[in-house]
């Protein structure tokens, strides 16, 4: 089974500091994403990728940046942690677009629920 | 507005009842996906149907999709206080490798026993 695993459930942090979240997969799945999800608003995609040191906007990337220098692993950074960026983040990944099939299943992690103070 | 929008968004039944929910969509699409998420977890895929399907079984769970309609759904059938969920909706409209899933809002399903 497809694992993906988010480095904390839980996390608070405080406005202005820079926070990490971590995201590893291991089978190998070019593409890896990040949600973020909110009660009435649903999942939105912050950032993608589909290769090493590749990445695209979602529909929401204003105040965060992704880093992915190795295929198992994509972070997310909030480069000034604010208020309004209290949500459930959620790592997702998956083989690749496959042509007229389009987008494969993706395998989501549990989440990291992040509190900014 | 989003490209996928489940209905109901929230629905009750007793343990043995099925539970249908539908999904409706705007653009043409390549595939589209099902998903559970229970509360405080990941979302899990349940189903794929590609757009040249109209129907596909998985266990008890079976998901319709009508694209003269822009619509599908799932039905799941004999449920259990397990199956107590939100279920979610979504879609591939893409054209291209950097193309991406758009979710709904979700259909919160629950189960009593």
């Known amino acids: 089974d497809v694992k993906v695993t988010q480095s904390s459930r839980y996390l608070v942090k405080r406005t202005g500091e820079k926070v990490f979240l971590e995201c590893v997969q291991d089978?190998?799945?070019?593409?890896m994403f990040w949600y973020r999800q909110d009660p009435g608003l649903g999942l939105r995609l912050i950032y993608f990728?589909?290769?090493?040191?590749?990445?695209e906007k979602g529909d929401i990337p204003e105040g965060y940046s992704v880093s992915r220098e190795k295929k198992e692993r994509f972070s997310l950074i909030l480069e000034s942690a604010s208020t309004n960026q209290t949500s459930m983040y959620l790592c997702a990944s998956s083989l690749p677009w496959w042509g007229r099939e389009g987008n494969q299943p993706q395998h989501f992690g549990d989440g990291t629920r992040l509190s900014i103070l | 507005s989003q490209q996928g929008e489940e209905d109901p968004q929230a629905l009750s039944i007793q343990e043995g009842e099925n539970a249908t929910m539908n999904c409706s969509y705007k653009?043409?699409?390549?595939?589209l996906q099902w998903y559970r998420q229970n509360s405080g977890r990941g979302l899990v895929h349940l189903i794929l149907i590609r757009s040249n399907e109209r129907e596909k079984h998985s266990g008890r769970l079976r998901v319709t999709l009508d694209t003269s309609k822009k619509s599908s759904s799932l039905l799941i059938t004999a449920s259990r206080a397990a199956d107590t969920a939100s279920y979610f909706c979504?879609?591939?409209?893409?054209?291209?490798?950097?193309?991406?899933?758009?979710f709904g809002e979700g259909t919160q399903l629950t189960v009593n026993p």
């Open positions: 979504a879609t591939d409209a893409g054209e291209t490798s950097g193309s991406r899933l758009t």
């Open positions: 653009t043409s699409i390549n595939n």
């Open positions: 089978m190998d799945h070019e593409n």
């Open positions: 990728s589909y290769d090493v040191k590749m990445k």
